[in-house]
């Protein structure tokens, strides 16, 4: 796959879980979460982001990456911004994550976007940092 260049980057939105896979799709079971895919101007996923329920007024940010040959181009942000807007459309007051501290680049975004370290919330064996966020 060739990376995007600067004129053509993926795009981020929404659908219906029945359309294509190809196509950023939110998936929900009974209005529980959403799963974001991010797509270059071919439709290949490069992308992907989910929020989901933990308990009433909080939310969990799941499974955000990007290709290696679409980091560094502004994705991260934009699709931090999509599955915050998810969050909040949800009814999310809170958001928190977990993630690995050998994951800089991610760590830092999600530091830059005001996430700050928590105590561990679940039985994630790979995470080393659990952080939360008001929205």
């Not at 929404?14 to 079971?29: E, M, Q």
């Not at 982001?49 to 940010?61: D, I, K, T, Y």
Request: glycine fraction near 10%.
């Amino acid at each position: 796959m060739t990376p995007p260049s600067r004129g053509s980057l993926p795009s981020i939105s929404r659908s219906s879980a029945t359309r294509s896979s190809r196509r950023v799709s939110t998936t929900t079971s009974g209005g529980q979460g959403a799963l974001l895919l991010v797509q270059d101007p071919a439709g290949e996923v490069v992308g992907t982001a989910a929020v989901r329920f933990l308990a009433p007024g909080v939310g969990e940010l799941k499974r955000m990456w990007l290709r290696p040959t679409c980091q560094g181009r502004g994705l991260g942000r934009r699709l931090m911004d999509a599955s915050l807007e998810e969050a909040r459309r949800l009814g999310c007051r809170s958001l928190r994550l977990d993630t690995e501290s050998k994951l800089e680049a991610a760590v830092h975004l999600y530091r830059a976007y005001g996430f700050v370290e928590i105590p561990r919330y679940n039985d994630n064996r790979r995470a080393d940092i659990w952080m939360e966020r008001s929205l």
